[in-house]
Every structure is written in structure tokens, then in C-alpha cells.
């Protein structure tokens, strides 16, 4: 458990908090540029901070205050200019540096107006536009590896979730909840369905694999790194593992996002969990379907974004695949749960130490340090998962998440995904090399006999 002070200062993130000034110091993600492409002009809130985004006729993006200074309208409702964006009452124009640069009603004008919108830097990677919310000059937006992979499909999926974001990112720190949030309760949800028998034949059902990773639990582990921390699960055969084995668990990258599948891989997954403000999180999936070295993967003309819905037609929740069933527990919760009422276990045991490397980065930006992964400059990419992909071994933990052409992408969220078609195209193309490799193997095995 945590004091009530220690969870105030690890969950709030408005300005001038303890911890807003600790997120202020990285870029956010805010919103699939492709979203720009449908509508130019967009409202964001992020760290309690009401903003607009834009992109303007000669493509320079925007994100500035979202009341315009004449008259306080909202500036979501704005217009394009080929340089800025206009209110549209009276046509005020404003610049990404929120200067207004011209008022065209004003007959007379009366010198430069001496205020200006909030602004602050945005930039594009990857097909995410990022914001920089903090203090001047800003470091260097980190070319994350799965932002940068090349010859890979890449789509984007948003949720916005009704509770602070330091639940959503509990949950990577909690190896266990598998066995149970993704395991019995995916059983339980199909067996009310009348669609359990249809699971359980499927052998590679996610509902299998993680049930059975509940299974023979000796003790878990967690070590800080130097981006984040690293941790996983070591079973035992005498506590009723097929074996004794450590399988590890995702990695969590400072300060929000955790990464599953290994760089390179035919399918690995940002998890970002950015506070809108304190009881209100925009998760983003950032899904990358890579091809290995012989397979090239389709072009894509941008980055597709979806939305997993959570409900129903009738209202009822949507519970039959994995995000789902994280988001339930998430704000199931409470809009900021109460971390002096908890009793946490030994599986809580990495949840302690991502709560204590997020007290130790505030603090280091109290002193005025720069918190980790914070960088004045980017390397031109950096491995969250620490390295280069060796291709010599799997790169993935569950081999049906390299199957989406066999019908396994049907228990998470990049179901609902826009690019679901090509990264069935390109694990099919995946097979078939691995295939073509491993016969050409066993010719040449066989011809050396
Ligand atoms: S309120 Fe915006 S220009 Fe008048
Ligand atoms: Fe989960």
C-alpha cells in the first residue's frame, strides 16, 4: 500500500504537480496523424491541459490554446489557413508559436497584441504526432525502435479510459493478472456466450496459454534497466510447471509504455498510456507487424488508426478479447484508486518497484535532473527491449501471434484493426519462406548423409 501522499504525488499530472512536471519533461503522444488527414483540426486534452491540434495548408502542425483571445471560442472549431489557423468568428489568425498574426475585422489595428495562445512543439514519428508540453529547449524526440523498424505493417489502435493512467500502467507491471484477467475470465466470458467448446478446440486459444501460465508460479522478478525495468516469471515443475523455466514478461519502457513481442518480430505492440488528466488515460496500441530479412512487407501510404470498440449494440460490454478484458479491470478500479486500502501479494512484487522508480525520476526532476530516457539527442534508434532482433531466435513468446492468416488475431484487439487484411497477407508470406527455408534445410541435411 501507499500513503495518501505518495498516491497523490505518483498519480496527478497537471501543471505544476510533482508528477506533471516529471511527464512534461518527455514527448507525448497525442494522436495518429492520420487523423489529421480526416479532420485538421482536432481537440486534445492531455495532462489536464486543454489544447487544439492542427495542420494547417502548407502542412506545418499546431498545438495551441484551445480559447481563442478575442472572444474565448472554442479553437476546435477553427479554419485551416495556409500558414496557421483562423478562429471562425472573426477570422483572428493564430501561428504554431500562438502569436496572432492577423485580425482582418480590425479596421484600424492597434499594434501587435502583446498576448499569446499557449503553444507548444509537435513533431511526427511514425505515424503518431508527439507534443512537448515542458519547459525550454526540449530534448530530442527518442526514435523508439518500433516507431523507426523498417519493411513492417503498423496500425494504430485508441482508447480512451476512465480512470488515471498509472492503473493502465500497473497492469504491465503485473505478469500474473494473465492467468486470470485473460485466462478464467476469457473462459467464463465464452462460456456465457455458449462459445467455450469452439475455444477450448482450438488448441492455441490465448485463453490456453495464459491459463497455463498461472500455473506452477515459484516467484517472480524484477530489475530496474536503464529505460525502464525488465521482470517476468519463474516456474517451477514440483509446483506443477510442465518444467522449471523463466519465461519473461513484457517490457516496461519509462515512463509509460510497455512493449510486447521483440523488435523485428512478426508482431510487436507499444502499450502507451497517456494521462489525459488525472482520471482520464488515451491508450494507444501501436502494433507493428514486421517481416524478417527475404520477405518484404506491403507499403502502406500511412498509418491506419481504429478504435477496439468496448460495448456492444445493446450497451453490454465486449469482453471476448485481451484488451477489453485489461480495460475492465483498469477503471474497474475507480477513477484513482485508493493505494492506502490495498494488500498487495508477492506477485506485486515488480508493481513495487515501478512505483519506486516513478518516485525516484520525480524526484530527480525536483532536484533538477533530467529523469531517464530523456535525451538531447536521439540515436537513430533505440531497442526498448535492449537490443537488435537475433533472427537466429523467436522473437516472439506465443508462436500463433506470427498465424494472423490462420484465424489468430481473433483474440485481441487488432481484430478490429484496418490493417488486419495485410498482415494476414504478410504472415501468410511469412510462413511460406520459413517453410520454403526449412525444406531447402532438410534437402541439404539429407544430400550431406
Ligand atoms: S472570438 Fe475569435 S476572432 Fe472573435
Ligand atoms: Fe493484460
Known amino acids: 500500500m501507499l500513503t495518501a501522499a505518495m498516491n497523490e504525488r505518483l498519480t496527478r499530472v497537471g501543471p505544476d504537480t510533482p508528477g506533471g512536471e516529471l511527464m512534461r519533461r518527455y514527448w507525448i503522444?497525442?494522436?495518429p496523424y492520420s487523423q489529421l488527414d480526416e479532420n485538421p483540426v482536432r481537440k486534445v486534452r492531455v495532462l489536464g491541459e486543454d489544447l487544439v491540434l492542427y495542420k494547417d495548408k502548407?502542412?506545418?502542425?499546431?498545438?495551441?490554446?484551445?480559447r481563442c483571445l478575442h472572444r474565448n471560442v472554442d479553437l476546435q472549431f477553427g479554419i485551416p489557413d495556409q500558414c496557421g489557423l483562423r478562429c471562425p468568428y472573426h477570422g483572428w489568425l493564430f501561428n504554431e508559436g500562438g502569436k496572432c498574426v492577423e485580425r482582418p475585422m480590425e479596421a484600424t489595428p492597434r499594434g501587435e497584441i502583446k498576448q499569446k495562445l499557449k503553444a507548444y512543439p509537435v513533431q511526427e514519428l511514425g505515424g503518431l504526432v508527439f507534443a512537448y508540453l515542458g519547459p525550454q529547449p526540449a530534448?530530442?524526440?527518442?526514435?523508439?525502435?518500433?516507431?523507426?523498424?523498417?519493411?513492417?505493417?503498423?496500425q494504430i489502435g485508441i482508447m480512451t479510459i476512465?480512470?488515471?493512467?498509472?492503473?493502465c500502467h500497473e497492469n504491465t507491471g503485473d505478469p500474473t493478472h494473465s492467468a486470470w484477467a485473460h485466462g478464467h475470465m476469457f473462459q467464463y466470458v465464452l462460456e456465457q456466450q455458449g462459445r467455450y467448446e469452439e475455444a477450448a478446440a482450438r488448441a492455441e486459444h490465448t485463453l490456453h496459454t495464459r491459463l497455463k501460465t498461472g500455473i506452477g508460479i515459484k516467484e517472480l522478478y524484477a530489475n530496474e534497466?536503464?529505460?525502464?525495468?525488465?521482470k517476468g516469471v519463474r516456474y517451477s515443475q514440483e509446483l506443477g510447471a510442465d518444467s522449471d523455466y523463466t519465461r519473461e514478461h513484457s517490457t516496461v519502457i519509462f515512463p509509460f509504455f510497455t512493449q510486447t513481442g521483440k523488435t523485428g518480430a512478426p508482431r510487436s505492440e507499444y502499450q502507451i498510456r497517456v494521462?489525459?488528466?488525472d482520471t482520464h488515460t488515451y491508450h494507444i496500441c501501436y502494433q507493428v507487424y514486421a517481416a524478417p530479412p527475404g520477405v518484404e512487407a506491403p507499403q502502406q501510404d500511412s498509418v491506419p488508426w481504429y478504435e477496439p470498440p468496448r460495448h456492444d449494440e445493446n450497451g453490454k460490454p465486449i469482453l471476448d478479447y485481451v484488451l477489453a478484458q485489461d480495460a475492465l479491470v483498469w477503471d474497474a478500479q475507480g477513477a484513482i484508486t485508493d493505494r492506502t486500502a490495498e494488500l498487495l501479494g508477492r506477485t506485486d512484487i515488480p508493481i513495487v518497484l515501478?512505483?519506486?522508480?516513478?518516485?525516484?525520476?520525480?524526484?530527480?526532476?525536483?532536484?533538477?535532473l533530467d529523469p531517464i530516457n530523456f535525451y538531447r539527442e536521439s540515436p537513430d534508434?533505440?531497442?526498448?527491449?535492449?537490443?537488435?532482433?537475433?533472427?537466429?531466435?523467436?522473437?516472439?513468446?506465443?508462436?500463433?501471434?506470427?498465424?494472423?492468416?490462420?484465424g489468430f488475431f481473433n483474440d485481441d484487439a487488432d481484430r478490429y484493426g484496418p490493417a488486419l487484411e495485410l498482415v494476414k497477407d504478410l504472415h501468410r508470406k511469412i510462413e511460406e519462406f520459413e517453410t520454403a527455408q526449412q525444406n531447402a534445410l532438410e534437402k541439404t541435411e539429407s544430400g550431406s548423409n
Open 29 to 31: 503522444p497525442i494522436a
Open 58 to 66: 502548407s502542412g506545418t502542425l499546431g498545438l495551441v490554446g484551445d
Open 139 to 154: 530534448p530530442a524526440l527518442p526514435r523508439w525502435d518500433l516507431f523507426v523498424w523498417p519493411n513492417a505493417i503498423r
Open 162 to 167: 476512465n480512470c488515471n493512467w498509472l492503473q
Open 225 to 230: 534497466t536503464e529505460t525502464g525495468i525488465s
Open 275 to 277: 494521462p489525459i488528466d
Open 354 to 368: 515501478l512505483r519506486r522508480q516513478l518516485d525516484q525520476q520525480i524526484g530527480r526532476v525536483e532536484e533538477g
Open 381 to 406: 534508434i533505440i531497442y526498448g527491449s535492449g537490443s537488435a532482433p537475433d533472427y537466429s531466435k523467436p522473437l516472439l513468446k506465443h508462436n500463433f501471434r506470427k498465424l494472423y492468416h490462420r
